[in-house]
């Protein structure tokens, strides 16, 4: 849907994954939309240089979220919810419920 | 004693056991995933029952012996006859930074529940949803909010105070979505 706006299926689905998770790196959003690693890197790479995320590492991944200091990514965020609020449901349910919340080591899934 | 078997409901195993904890004077509550199951009429499904106890792992383990239960490891317990498998989170009992000290009690013919009230445990989805982002307890909270009248306030105070706003309004407009529907 914002694909014409933002130039490419990569950047819509990288934005996307990142307003309804609120962090992620290369290799989850990859994982999600069965897309290479590379080319969602490439994305999260040209969206922090632009100022839009920033990024820290954790273990060996380069972990991205929301550069919540610059202005315009609060109206950007708006746009990305208002966007996936009107996503058919069917993908709602295959790219954007994954769970997040802690699951205590040991406990049955 | 009632039987626990495969064919037992969360609904059904939570009164058993609540009421099994009752009669030796023990307190656990129903929160987690069975009991949006329970409010949800079954629309969201659960493995397992979590009751948020701070009493001792032995004297649990002695309440819930004499229904079948034994302990698996820790405080989590399996019973021969069902899938469900129960666990007992040490307690505080509290959704994001509001400890609960009153819950409610459901009546059932097998026994009464001890559960976060409808309100709490949409309270307790929202609290995963703005703290971790978790989506599917945003759709949790949603499937509660639908079956059960909430105390709007009470919640919009606790959202306040969790810094949670902007995840309120996107619990609402789903809400609203689904109510439409």
């Known amino acids: ?109 | 004693m009632t039987l626990i078997t495969q064919s037992s409901s969360p609904l059904e195993l939570a009164a058993i056991i609540s009421q099994a904890l009752e009669d030796v004077g023990l307190s656990a509550v129903l929160s987690g995933g069975a009991a949006v199951s329970i409010y949800s009429g079954g629309r969201y499904e659960s493995s397992d029952l979590d009751f948020v106890s701070s009493e001792q792992t032995s004297k649990l383990a002695a309440a819930l012996a004499p229904l079948g239960f034994t302990q698996a490891d820790g405080r989590h317990f399996e019973h021969p006859d069902t899938d469900y498998y129960v666990e007992f989170p040490p307690g505080p009992l509290a959704v994001g930074g509001l400890l609960i000290t009153e819950w409610d009690q459901l009546q059932t013919d097998l026994g009464v529940i001890q559960i976060l009230s409808p309100t709490q445990m949409v309270m307790d989805r929202l609290a995963a949803f703005i703290h971790w982002y978790d989506p599917p307890s945003l759709d949790q909270a949603v499937l509660v909010a639908q079956k059960h009248p909430l105390d709007w306030e009470s919640l919009e105070n606790w959202v306040s105070k969790e810094g949670g706003q902007e995840k309120y309004e996107i619990f609402r407009r789903a809400l609203q979505r689904v109510s439409n529907d």
């Open chain 1, 1 to 109: 849907m914002l694909e014409a706006v933002l130039g490419s299926v990569a950047a819509e689905r990288t934005l996307l994954y990142l307003q309804n998770y609120g962090e992620g790196y290369a290799g989850s959003i990859a994982d999600t939309f069965d897309m290479s690693p590379s080319q969602i890197s490439k994305q999260l790479t040209k969206l922090e240089n632009g100022g839009i995320l920033v990024s820290r590492q954790v273990g060996k991944a380069r972990v991205y979220s929301w550069n919540e200091r610059n202005p315009l990514v609060k109206e950007l965020r708006r746009l990305l919810q208002a966007t996936l609020e009107v996503l058919p449901e069917r993908q709602i349910q295959q790219y954007y419920r994954q769970r997040r919340r802690p699951r205590r080591k040991g406990k049955p899934a």
